[in-house]
């Protein structure tokens, strides 16, 4: 599974951004697709995931503000990122599962205050 992310960029606090992300290659055994993100000297975390059926999960920091959508049709899932925090600021990755993981390149989402 090859996964191509696009969407980051600098936001002011408070500002959206839309981040999105398409797979090709074994995409019929992709169960789950997400985002996980990596802030500077943090571990990459858990954002929010996606499954084939519409089903959803978030992480608590983001619940209420960030919204998770899956077009399976078009083999892509979409973060809407709305009242983006300073503390949001990390590297944004697309992720999808099949048995194991697969990673996209990564998108810098940056917050200013």
């Known amino acids: 599974v090859q996964l191509q992310a696009s969407g980051g960029g600098l936001v002011q606090a408070g500002g959206s951004l839309r981040l999105s992300c398409t797979a090709s290659g074994s995409i019929e055994s992709i169960r789950v697709m997400g985002w996980y993100r990596q802030a500077p000297g943090k571990q990459r975390e858990l954002v929010a995931t996606?499954?084939?059926?519409?089903?959803?999960n978030y992480a608590g920091s983001v619940k209420g503000r960030f919204t998770i959508s899956r077009d399976n049709a078009k083999n892509s899932v979409y973060l809407q990122m709305n009242s983006l925090k300073p503390e949001d600021t990390a590297v944004y990755y697309c992720a999808a599962i099949s048995g194991f993981y697969s990673w996209g390149q990564g998108t810098l989402v940056t917050v200013s205050s």
């Open positions: 996606a499954t084939r059926g519409g089903g959803t």
